[in-house]
């Protein structure tokens, strides 16, 4: 078994109706493992389900609103602290979704507060939060030069009252990756939601999360992330995303990008590479038990990720430090 | 959304799911902010002597906006 | 999964799934008087994973995850089976729990009306529960005790009751072998037996009832009892619950009238049999 069960009850709903217990059991315990769970109970909504399965989907709905009021609580505190610096604060991801009402944002699990700040704010940005309460949350020397350096963001921090972490990124992809979005025009055309905060253009929007599911991760969680690539879609200008996706470098992984989430979400009309169809199978790797199979499949997307942001030498380097610590691909 | 225990007051507050342990003067600052009109510290002070002895009016005036403060930071109230 | 079992336990169902036969194998008999699950639909999925596929035979390792799991969890001998099988249940509770407000806590009814005992791990709040069992009170659990979010009502959570080092001996003196589960030494908290609760605790396991006292116990300390004032008890209330933030407003609104409805006492403890006359004169005042 795959997760296509998953992916089908995603797409259409109204199979679930036919579904035995065992299926459901598997049903519900990947998409619990995808963090789908939550956008799986709004798609099912009122339709007929089995008594003990009702429960579970009510919870999860009821988690999903307490996520959303909670991140957007962190972004109206982010916004309140940075207020000061007068500098276009963008908000990313789940909370984006979440604060603007978007389809993609409906039931989404949100974990961190992902904001997008001009990167010669960063300082000023790290002074004002620290002086609202954020911490550090890695001391390790090395993990912490390599996020300056390398990475897209500030080390994670976290409130020191409200345990809710923040990322805070200059750039949509590592400065050691090979395609480089332009982070500076993304801010410049975001859409202002509220006295303060913004959102990326629907077409940036698309950009970003394919940035985020193809040319950064090893694809954990990518079922998700091509759900949000899917919804995002639909609001996105075809014609304008084309020449916004070339003017970031990535117009092979938007189209990608689309060919999957049409495969799996939507009517299935696209043909497939066999690239396209490796990287699907990658994405459907998990069983009924909620567990992920094909472990020498995982282990080559965890190198390629690594290898998609790092030249060669640096990731030997990287890998190894990373490795005498205890770190390894789960 | 509050409660009255018998030693403190408990705040529920919806937006942040937090929820706060608070003694006087706290819950009484907050009601005279009820009507979410915005207040000045001495706004706030004048409608607390109406209604309670606080001694020497300059005295108190320092309290009452430390304790503006602290809840504008604790986003129980924000600051217009 | 291989070996597998679905256990249901008051309100919850799990679906646990093993590399290994043997913690199945102490499951279905200690939870034989377990009414089966209605439609066979769990709640939540526990699995025992072998740490890595060669630590399956060798120095065998259990990964104890499922629905909701800890990255940093540390694995377990296969000797200890049952233990993680019964981790990984409380951990499904802990973290994913919404239909109740959950309180780290042991329960017992009588006359219709329930004592809740919380205290850190070696209070006795377990050891004491236990006891009470099977001296006419009701067990309705020793680990959580779920707080009905609309009318307040206790409601019991029988999972097997896990007595820690002294204890064991104590309750195995009075306790037929049969519901005593096998000895597990040398565990992360020391020797640890698992007693599986009455057959008639268990049928009752889905009857809830209001709460009538608090109880914050205390071993080993000279015998004294004192009132815990409510602000105290709301605090520590919310610290001894793993979902009080998750439920959000319902969680407040069941808390706050758990504090203001339900006198809390401390009680300090020498001995078992102190504290279970204590108990029993304090249950008599409060009638």
């Known amino acids: 078994m795959n997760a296509r069960l998953l992916v089908r009850a995603l797409r259409d709903p109204g199979t679930v109706a036919q579904f035995g217990a065992g299926q459901w059991n598997a049903l519900i315990a990947m998409a619990r493992a995808e963090r789908l769970i939550g ?25 999903a609103e307490r996520e959303a009021r909670q991140a957007l609580w ?6 309140a602290a940075l207020k000061p610096l007068g500098v276009r604060v963008v908000l990313l991801k789940g909370t984006a979704y979440a604060a603007a009402g978007l389809k993609a944002g409906e039931g989404r699990f949100i974990g961190d507060l992902d904001i997008l700040v001009p990167r010669d704010c960063m300082e000023a940005v790290e002074k004002h939060l620290m002086l609202a309460g954020w911490e550090w949350v890695k001391s390790d020397s090395y993990d912490d030069a390599y996020y300056r350096q390398w990475m897209h963001e500030l080390p994670p921090m976290i409130h020191q009252e409200r345990d809710r972490m923040i990322d805070v990124h200059h750039t949509i992809l590592p400065l050691t990756a090979r395609q480089r979005p332009d982070a500076g025009a993304m801010i410049a055309d975001a859409i202002s939601i509220t006295d303060g905060l913004h959102i990326l253009s629907p077409e940036d929007r698309v950009c970003h999360a394919v940035a985020h599911l193809l040319a950064d991760g090893d694809l954990a969680g990518g079922l998700r992330n091509l759900w949000d690539v899917h919804c995002l879609l639909a609001e996105a200008d075809p014609a ?10 990535l117009s092979p992984h938007v189209r990608q990008a689309r060919r999957m989430a049409d495969a799996l979400y939507g009517a299935g009309r696209e043909r497939l590479t066999l690239w396209d169809r490796i990287v699907l199978a990658r994405l459907l790797a998990r069983n009924g038990w909620g567990k992920e199979t094909r472990k020498g499949l995982r282990f080559a997307f965890y190198l390629r990720s690594h290898w998609l942001r790092m030249p060669p030498t ?17 | 959304m509050s409660h009255i225990l018998d030693d403190m007051v408990l705040l529920y507050h919806r937006s942040s799911g937090q929820t706060h342990m608070v003694i006087s003067p706290v819950p009484e ?52 | 999964m291989k070996h597998r079992i679905t256990l249901r336990i008051g309100p919850a169902t799990f679906r646990m799934g093993s590399a290994w036969p043997g913690p199945i194998r102490s499951l279905e008999r200690l939870y034989a008087d377990y009414p089966a699950p209605a439609d066979g639909i769990a709640d939540f999925t526990v699995r025992l994973e072998p740490v890595s596929l060669l630590r399956r035979w060798l120095r065998p390792s259990i990964f104890i995850t499922g629905d909701h799991g800890l990255a940093d969890a540390a694995p377990m001998s296969l000797a200890h089976g049952l233990l993680a099988a019964e981790m990984g249940m409380n951990l499904q509770m802990a973290l994913g729990w919404r239909r109740h407000l959950l309180l780290h806590a042991s329960s017992v009814e009588k006359d219709g009306r329930v004592l809740v005992m919380t205290g850190e791990s070696g209070s006795g709040k377990s050891t004491l529960a236990a006891q009470l069992g099977e001296r006419g009170w ?79 116990p205390r071993f080993g300390h000279a015998p004294a009892i004192r009132p815990v004032g409510q602000g105290e008890t709301f605090m520590r209330l919310t610290q001894a619950s793993t979902n009080y933030v998750a439920l959000g407003e319902p969680g407040f609104a069941a808390l706050t009238r758990f504090v203001t409805q339900v006198p809390a006492l401390a009680m300090d403890f020498p001995s078992g049999e102190e504290a279970i006359a204590m108990v029993e004169r304090l249950w008599e005042q409060q009638r």
């Open chain 1, 240 to 249: 304008a995303l084309e020449a916004r996706a070339a003017r970031h470098g």
């Open chain 2, 29 to 80: 600052i907050l009601e005279t902010l009820e009507d979410g009109q915005p207040a000045s510290a001495r706004d706030v002070l004048q409608r607390l002597l109406r209604r309670y002895d606080l001694g020497p009016a300059d005295a108190a005036l320092p309290e009452v906006a430390a304790q503006l403060t602290n809840l504008a930071a604790l986003g129980l109230i924000r600051t217009a």
């Open chain 1, 314 to 330: 640096m990731l030997a380097r990287h890998l190894f430090t990373k490795w005498r610590k205890g770190h390894r691909p789960a």
């Open chain 1, 39 to 63: 956008t799986l109970a709004l798609r099912i909504g009122d339709r007929p389900v089995p008594d003990a399965a009702r429960p579970i989907l009510a919870d999860a709905r009821l988690d």
């Open chain 1, 74 to 79: 962190e972004a109206d505190r982010a916004e």
């Open chain 3, 138 to 216: 009701r067990l309705m659990g020793d680990e959580f005790a779920l707080l009905d979010l609309e009318t307040g009502t206790v409601l019991p959570f029988p999972r097997l009751v896990s007595l820690k080092n002294r204890a064991i001996d104590v309750i195995v003196a009075e306790v037929p072998a049969a519901r005593m589960g096998p000895l597990l030494a040398g565990t992360a908290k020391g020797d640890i037996r698992h007693l599986a609760p009455r057959a008639d605790a268990v049928a009752r396991m889905d009857e809830g009832a209001p709460p009538a006292l608090l109880l914050f």
